[in-house]
């Protein structure tokens, strides 16, 4: 992906961002901004609240409190600012277990507006041959499951990609590729915001949730 040097600067910005968990506070305030070309790492232990950050980040879930903007746009005000740039990938984003791998990925790039005729060629890129191709996804290993979800991430023209624990189930050449991949999307310009609790072996950002 390369992007338009002529387009303003890519910006997600959180502004005192507060998230509770019932009456429970969980996160924030919290400000922070993720600008084109670059790598955020948000990190911390089970329970934090990384994966409701993500949902908060994406428009799954409006914040307590504070705002979370793209492009200068508050994304509960103009959420289809936000979705015409996103690429999310939550943490168990393997498809339709009952289609095979090129049938889930083709539904879920249609989904999103995204060449379906790559389908197979995505997925063989992240390390899927074979047979392993027309399994049904139910069928196939873990790891091989977040190859199906992650296989988006070759196609996709998403300035802004978002990841929750996407390393998870991945052995170690997987995970290096795929934060590869991070390194060139930011790269061209654009913005990878991803949740793990392993390291990520690229330049990265880092954000540690116990103590925002």
Known sequence: MHLDSN?????????????RRGRKPLIGPLSASCSGGTVTHLRGPNGVGKTTLIHALVGLREPDGGTIRWQGEDVFDRPESLRRSLCFIAHDASGSGALTAVESLRFVLALNNEPVEQAADALRQTGLRGRSLMQPVRTLSAGQQRRVALARLVVTKAQLWVLDEPL???????????????????AAGGIVVVTSHQPLPIDARCIDLLSA
């Open 168 to 186: 998870n189930a991945l052995d170690d050449a997987s995970r290096s590729l795929l934060c590869q991949r991070f390194a060139d999307h930011a």
């Open 7 to 19: 387009a303003p600067r890519l910006m997600l910005q959180l502004d005192d961002v507060v998230l």
